[in-house]
Each structure stands twice: as C-alpha cells, then as structure tokens.
C-alpha cells in the first residue's frame, strides 16, 4: 500500500535554532515528492519538489534531501524564524498516477521566541 | 484571479442537510482537485476534473459526495444528507495539467461543521 510517514507528529524549537523533518515512504513506482508549509486556516504551499533524479534542493532557509533507494526524504530548516511555525507536509506522486498524490500527516513545527 | 479561492471559508449545519462547497481555480489551469483534511489527518483525495476527461471520483468516500466543474473553471463540490464525520476542511487545487507532473495551488479551504 502506498504510504508516507512522517516524524516526529510535532516539534517545538527556539528562534534561530535549526531543525530536522524526517519522511518515508512506500510509494512506488516513485514519480516525485514534494514538501508543502501549511499555516494555521490556509492551504498548503509547495516549499521543494525532487525527482528521483535530485538528492537535494534549497528554497532559502529550507533544505530537502531525497534518498530514492531508502525511500526518505529530509527537510532541514535553517536558522528558524517565528514565522516557520507551521504544519510541513510531506507529498509523494506515483509515476502514472495522474495526480493522485500520497500526503503524509505532516509534522506541526512550533517556534518559539 | 491572483490565487485559488474558495467560499464560503466556515461552514456551520444541521446533520442531514446538504451543502454546497465552491472553488474558483487559477485562471487557465486544467486540473482541479478537492480534498478532505480531517482533524490530526492527511490530506484525503476525493475527486479531480483534468480538462474534459470524465473525473476521476475514487477518492469519494460515499454516494452522498459529488462535484461538477462547469465550464472547465469554477468547480462545486456537494454533500447531501451531511453527517457529523463530514466535518472537516475542504481543500481545492488547481494546476497547470496533471499535479504529478505541475505544482499544484491550494486554496484556503472550507470548514465544514456538521452539528
């Protein structure tokens, strides 16, 4: 069955502190996978898309790595901010699937000053 | 317009009521997708429209669930007969084609309360 996990479920960290989000999956064959930032009452935001081809990509102060033969992928944020505080969720597409993505729970990142 | 949007943004009925959800995708975009997002869960596919193909509706978790898109924009999505266990927010996204393959855009989402 095709699915993502994600740890841990929620994180709390101090302002400019840096942190780690952890997901695996079991989706195949693996088309590409995707990080998303969710704020509080809003739809989530693409962050970093990798294919199988990538093993990591940046977006400012994030950071994902992908490693297609364990089937994991990171999320490193740098130097957080108050603003970070968010849910990040972890999204796989199957090749072939035509847009039926796999979602993760997502990991409910808290930053505190 | 600028983004994906969505009304009403809360939704408060009585069970055994229907309602209507809308979404306004991205102008230009040919697919659109609605999702379920239930309290300490995934987001959870329900159904996608890609251009005139007929939806892919295996995502609908009952007979009681169904959407149109008319005109290729502008996308409904109903519930009949509303039981608690539909509350929930509703996600619609567009993109430029297929999601695997194109950056999806979510909206901000309806909240369903189903009393």
């Known amino acids: 069955k095709n699915q993502v996990e994600q740890s841990p479920q929620s994180l709390i960290i101090l302002e400019g502190k840096n942190c780690t989000l952890q997901?695996?999956?079991?989706?195949?064959?693996?088309?590409?996978l995707r990080w998303y930032k969710q704020d509080t009452g809003r739809g989530p935001v693409s962050l970093t898309i990798m294919t199988f081809s990538e093993n990591t990509k940046s977006n400012g102060r994030y950071t994902a790595t992908l490693d297609a033969d364990t089937k994991q992928s990171s999320l490193h944020i740098t130097a957080s901010q108050l603003s970070d505080s968010a849910s990040y969720i972890c999204v796989v597409s199957a090749r072939g699937s035509q847009g039926n993505l796999i979602f993760g729970k997502g990991t409910k990142l808290s930053v505190k000053p | 317009g600028a983004g994906v949007s969505q009304s009403p943004s809360n939704k408060v009925t009585e069970k055994g009521k229907d309602v209507e959800l809308r979404c306004d995708p991205i102008?230009?975009?040919?697919?659109l997708y609605w999702y379920r997002q239930s309290l300490g869960q995934g987001l959870e596919f329900l159904i996608y429209f890609q251009g005139n193909s007929a939806p892919d509706k295996s995502g609908l978790p009952s007979d009681r669930f169904s959407a149109e898109r008319t005109g290729g924009s502008v996308s409904t999505l109903t519930i009949q007969r509303t039981q608690q266990e539909d509350s929930a927010v509703y996600l619609c996204?567009?993109?430029?084609?297929?999601?695997?393959?194109?950056?999806?855009?979510f909206g901000p989402g309806t909240r369903l309360t189903v009393l």
């Open positions: 102008s230009g975009h040919t697919a």
């Open positions: 996204a567009s993109s430029q084609g297929l999601a695997e393959y194109n950056e999806q855009f």
């Open positions: 997901c695996n999956y079991t989706v195949s064959p693996f088309s590409n």
